[in-house]
């Protein structure tokens, strides 16, 4: 069901058997495509809301808002609600906490009750982006704005060198969630835009930081070592991540302990060895490339640690890499685009066979969803991973189109873990929140959506959503201007209740989006329904066939919740044997019963 409301929020301070079987048998047994055109004006709910920074009139479609938090005292200016010195960044869940980062700091939210977020912690601490990872009882925090400052302190870092300015990363103690502590704050020559948490199986002692600066190079006066140089000078900055090596028992000791030249021609040894130059003088719009798509830099880093993997958006490249040894990863694989403006992030999917990167074109400040933007600009390109190397197959664009007074482009999303499927939520700016199904990667499809209308009617003013990730069963979103979000998924012909339900059993102590978890799903009955419903939706399984399987599964429910266990596991052994192994679907289904019935013995 579509809906579309207008909420108003106050703005003063933020709130907001085995027989059983043979007797039923007796009785029973007898395209490679871009995303949709972007909706037209009057046919999708999200095209025409009302504005307002607070007020701002809604447009959902399978997630319902069920929360909102606005941004505390000292994270916003309320005559100037898209000032980007006070911006909400990136997300980061440990336990029953989310840290919003923000460029002005970052706040700490018990979300033990979603629908009732609350505040805990607020701590001030400018310098931008804010990026938030959390491992243990450590919290990581970006910062590359000059105005940073190593005490945290708010009067900024004047001049050009500066012995007090801080631009790097930041490590907090978070054990007393009341009051984080600053334990080691590591420098970097271009800052750090944006950071990955790295784990490896064979060094449970330490973490690594894979950090991405994006920022000017910082002079060699205020940091040694730091040279804003070409690519034939052995030392220059650029060319290049920072890796950090933190051990977990004295993270004060957090240092860098390598700088590997990931972009380097294996063939000629050039550090400089991917795109150095946009693919063409103009934009495919007919404009200037905004970001320039010249790989000196990764933007952002996601790490899969199941297969030792990173997936780099590099600005002009996206790059797979090895993390075998996670202090010299090794590149497998690159690959470029000529719609891409500017490789931002990447998301893969749980098995690790395909990988989602985004484009951020115009810098996510640029209206880049109007109804002449190309479904390809801007938006995310899918691949496969075949052998190790990627192989396009698609794009996908939020397909609703935006004003020109709303920030729009593809930006940062996290897995939705249905068994059986691959779905992505994304931020889009001021272009709201959408989820896609890519299980089909040559044919991705929209199942969600949440939109406001813009901000300002009459001007653009930056905000929207910066981050959507899903965590133990809820979608929070960190909205630049306005606050936190947090979404419930509400089932719809394209996504069912009983997938809704087995994506809300996996439960997870940590999560950044960056350093992305492979889901295992536990036996259970609503991986079972998962798998069924799934397997009515396609269409594959004869009307006899599926009346049986669905009494075998009730009367097998029936069962557990008498202790007849061993006679449950029969029941779903013999729906098993009713599908064909032959068709996909079904045998995934087939898997799911046999698997349940395995645990029930």
């Known amino acids: 069901m579509q809906e579309i409301s207008t909420v108003r929020r106050r703005t003063g301070l933020r709130s907001l058997v085995l027989i059983a079987a043979g007797v039923i048998l007796a009785a029973l047994l007898p395209t490679t495509a871009a995303s949709a055109d972007p909706a037209a004006p009057g046919t999708d709910p999200r095209v025409g809301l009302g504005a307002g920074w607070l007020d701002a009139q809604q447009a959902a479609n399978g997630l319902k808002l069920v929360a909102h938090q606005d941004r505390p005292e000292g994270f916003f200016q309320p005559d100037n609600p898209g000032n980007l010195a006070f911006a909400n960044s990136d997300l980061a869940f440990s336990g029953k906490y989310a840290f919003v980062g923000n460029f002005n700091g970052f706040n700490i939210y018990d979300i033990s009750k979603p629908s009732q977020p609350a505040l805990k912690t607020s701590v001030v601490c400018p310098g931008g982006q804010g990026d938030m990872s959390v491992y243990g009882n450590l919290l990581f925090m970006s910062v590359e704005e000059t105005r940073g400052r190593l005490d945290c302190g708010t009067q900024g870092a004047p001049g050009t060198v500066n012995p007090e300015r801080f631009r790097g990363v930041r490590i907090f103690d978070v054990s007393n969630i009341a009051q984080p502590v600053q334990v080691a704050a590591v420098q970097t020559c271009r800052g750090s835009h944006t950071h990955s948490v790295v784990t490896s199986k064979k060094d449970k002692e330490n973490v690594y930081i894979y950090v991405s600066g994006t920022a000017g190079v910082r002079s060699g006066q205020e940091l040694t070592g730091c040279a804003n140089a070409p690519a034939t000078d052995p030392a220059t900055a650029l060319w290049r991540i920072d890796i950090i090596k933190v051990p977990l028992a004295a993270p004060q000791n957090a240092a860098i302990v390598s700088q590997p030249r990931l972009f380097t021609d294996p063939a000629t040894g050039a550090i400089n060895g991917l795109q150095n130059t946009p693919p063409a003088p103009t934009h495919p719009s007919g404009g200037n490339w905004s970001p320039q798509p010249v790989t000196n830099h ?106 020109t007074t709303e920030n729009c482009v593809a930006h940062n999303g996290s897995l939705i873990p249905v068994p059986g499927r691959d779905i992505m939520v994304q931020a889009w700016y001021q272009g709201g929140v959408s989820a896609f199904d890519f299980t089909d990667s040559a044919h991705p499809k929209e199942i969600a959506f949440f939109d406001r209308g813009p901000i300002n009617a009459a001007q653009l003013v930056t905000g929207g959503l910066w981050s959507a990730y899903y965590y133990n069963g809820n979608i929070y979103g960190s909205e630049i201007a306005r606050g936190l979000d947090v979404f419930e998924l509400t089932p719809t012909e394209d996504l069912a209740k009983p997938e809704i339900a087995a994506a809300a059993k996996v439960k997870s102590d940590l999560f950044n989006a960056q350093h992305q978890p492979q889901v295992t799903h536990q036996p259970s009955f609503e991986v079972v329904r998962s798998y069924q419903v799934q397997t009515e939706r396609a269409g594959t399984m004869k009307k006899g066939t599926a009346i049986a399987v669905d009494k075998l599964i009730d009367s097998a429910e029936r069962m557990v919740d008498r202790r007849l266990e061993r006679v449950a596991a029969i029941e779903l052994r013999t729906a098993a044997k009713l599908l064909r ?21």
């Open 298 to 403: 990764c933007h952002d880093l996601t790490a899969f640690p199941a297969k030792n993997l990173v997936a780099g958006a590099c600005a002009g490249n996206g790059i797979l890499i090895d993390t075998t040894d996670p202090v010299n990863p090794v590149r497998l694989d690159e690959v470029t685009d000529p719609n891409f403006a500017y490789w931002h992030s990447a998301t893969l999917s749980n098995d690790g066979t395909k990988v989602v990167f985004t484009d951020e074109w115009g810098g996510g400040t640029g209206a880049r969803c109007r109804n002449t933007d190309e479904p390809s600009w801007g938006a995310d390109a899918i691949f496969d991973i075949v052998d190790g190397k990627m192989e396009f197959r698609s794009y996908y664009k939020m397909p609703a189109v935006q004003t």
């Open 581 to 601: 192994t032959s068709d996909p679907a079904q045998r995934a289904f087939a898997g799911a019963l046999n698997d349940l019935a395995g645990a029930l013995d």
